[in-house]
């Protein structure tokens, strides 16, 4: 046979350039400028005068092509058919058969004899096409075997049942040696899922083809037209005349006509495989190509009639309602499935009394619903994982290519081919799937590479490898029609919609139960605050005390404390603290740090040596941080006053209406395991007013701390300093008042001698 490139591949394709296997993914088959030669084809504009017409018009109709142009349909096959042909266009042109036998004023090969007519429109011109019927009378025959086909395919219980009856019945309808059932995977590679042959020939079932042996343009005609016949391989194409149209200058769209001229690429394929004719159909699902069906002859040529190719592309069509109806019917089951066990999930989480997270990594249902062999998750720093999965810095860069950031949930099956650098972890994470709207917060399933051992209908390769030899080597289809074996690697398992789904919803579920144990905690929480920081002084013989606390206006929780109690008759212990941050762990902090004190206190220790055990016991064992405290004993009888600080703010002294801050010599923050804490000594015989507060009361953003303590000063001062001596709890309102605390928490201790 002679290759693509010489003269049998321009007179298949009069109408463009010549095509080699390094350009087919682009050749325009739809214009092809030729039909096969076992019909006629006429191209009419709205008066039904012919525009174009193959060139065999003489042979088949009687009328050269030259005399055919210009001339109405009438003329050239009858008023009848010419009526006929003009009520399929009022109709819709719908695709069932036409059969009429052509009378006068036909001549030819066609004349009298019964024909297929078949009659669509391409673009503003009206293409109909003749071709003797082979199988006169037995119509109703093949429409009889139709419908005893439906009812055999849909008795079928299985997918594989119902491709394998579908490819027996398109045999018995249409007579090929082989019809195979062809199945598209995501990448258009294909796999000949079910098969019907003559025994004495090689079978073909469970053979894969690459996607170029069905380039991306044939895909689409193969929608648009869900039928092809190539009745004889050898055939010499007859061109169409004239080759482009007078109107619109292009060759005519041929996409829809039966009688089409295919690539030369494709007859030099199905020559290499032996093929003498072929048949294709197409199992379209939702208008998409799911399969074909691929009927071979190899006895030379075959070409069934109208009838029997419109049985078997019915057949064909209720078939992939079935698939379809299979297919969704398989994955309603498995939904079902999934969405059970993830209700029953869902339960055993918001049931549990433990941390949820914990819980969701304990149940085995983590994995098993999603068909997954490892999961982790990452949430406020901390990392939980189940089964095998990468480690933490391999996950973050897995987290950073997957996410995708408009979206809560992505996924892939092929990682490495998102970025080649994961190739390394293909075994462990080759699929995975994600959740979460925060880079540093997300959840991931992960599955290993699905090695696969694949049989390929020849090497896959050969066009890359043949391209690669240099332009002194022939290009052409591949010839090797052997079994090639090659062991597929990098892609997991691909992720169903109800894995996705699922993903999606126990996201979902954790966030809610996650926000519910969070109120529930902030609410024990505040309970636990409000009991342990009193919103009224205890009051104390001899003493005047008195206390504020005001958290920050958007938080609910902080680290701010207070406490005040008596050591014994004479002795009085006070304090201010502040643990750092807000919210539930401040706040739990900040109870733990104030009962150590306590007991530090009770136990007899100076408040600086309290505050020294109290760092160490941050840093070694509680590990909650930092925070600042002060801390003060009051003897009453002497007046005197024992004060430590670590890194607090200075507390103020009020004499005769005027505020004073003392400076204090004072140790780190607590929590950094370092210095000591000196102790200073304040005498408050003279009815000098002592307030403790926290940096909340002098702290602003966007102000100056030095500013707004000299604001405190003048307010302790003055008008305020005289309040002090008549009420100073209504001292200490006039100074939070005025300097307001939205920023942050703010406590405010005040003790003086009756």
Sequence with gaps: MTHAGGPAGAAHTPAYDVATLTTCDAEPIHVPGAIQPHGVLLALDDEQRVVVCSANLETMLGVSADDAL??????????????RVAARGEEGYPSDPMVVVLGRP????????????????????????????PSQGLGAVGFRSARTAMTRLAAASTLTEL??????????????????????????????????????????????YPASDIPAQARR??????????????????????????????????????????????????????VTASMSISILIDDRLWGLIACHHYAGAHRPGQEARSAAEFVTQVASHLIAHRERADARDAAVLTQGEMTLLSARLSATDDDVLDALFADPALLSVFGATGAAN??????????????????????EAVDEPDTYLSSTDHLAGLDPRFVDVAGIASGVLRVGSLPEQWGMWFRPEQRQV?????????????????????????KSFEKWREVMS????????????????????????????????????????RSVVLDRAPEFAGVELTARYRPASTYQLGGDWWDAFELDERRLAFAVGDVAGHGVAAASAMTQVRTALRAYLYDGHTPGGCLDRLDRLMDGLLGIGVATALVAVLDRETGLVEIASAGHPDPLLVRDGTAEELVLERRPLLGVGTGTAPSSVVDLSGGELLVLFTDGLVERRGSDTEVQTARL????????????????????????????TPDDDTTLLAVRLD
């Design 163 to 208: 491709t394998d009856l579908l490819a027996h019945e398109v045999r018995d309808l249409t007579g090929f040696d082989r019809v195979m059932v062809y199945r598209f995977d995501a990448e258009w590679n294909g796999e000949v899922v079910a098969e019907a042959r003559r025994a004495d020939l090689n079978p073909f079932l469970g053979l894969h």
């Design 713 to 740: 000063l003048d307010l302790a001062s003055g008008a305020g300093g005289a309040a002090v001596s008549t009420d100073v709890l209504a001292w200490a309102d006039l100074v939070l008042a005025e300097l307001d």
């Design 378 to 399: 990452l949430f406020q720093g901390t990392l939980r994982t189940v089964g095998e999965v990468p480690d933490l810095t391999t996950m973050l860069a897995i987290s």
């Design 70 to 83: 210009g001339r109405p349909l009438a003329a050239l096959v009858g008023s009848d058919l010419a009526a």
């Design 454 to 478: 694949v049989d390929w209908g020849g090497d896959p390769t050969n066009k890359r490898l043949a391209a690669e030899e240099g332009a002194d080597v022939r290009l052409s289809p591949r």
């Design 490 to 529: 990098g892609h997991g398992v691909p992720w169903e919609p109800w894995h996705l789904e699922a993903a999606e919803e126990l996201g979902r579920t954790i966030n809610s139960l996650l926000l519910l144990r969070s109120r529930e905690q902030v609410a024990m929480a505040e309970s636990m605050q």
């Design 221 to 274: 005609l193969y929608e648009l037209n869900p039928i092809r016949l190539i009745a004889d391989i050898g055939y010499t194409p007859v061109p169409l005349v004239p080759l482009l149209d007078p109107q619109s200058g292009r060759p005519l769209d041929l996409s829809h006509a039966g009688l089409r001229s295919v690539s030369p690429i494709h007859i030099e394929y199905l020559g290499n495989m032996g």
């Design 106 to 133: 036909t001549a030819g090969e066609l004349g009298g004899q019964q024909v297929d007519v078949r009659v669509h429109a391409s673009a503003e011109r009206v293409v109909v096409e003749l071709e003797d019927s």
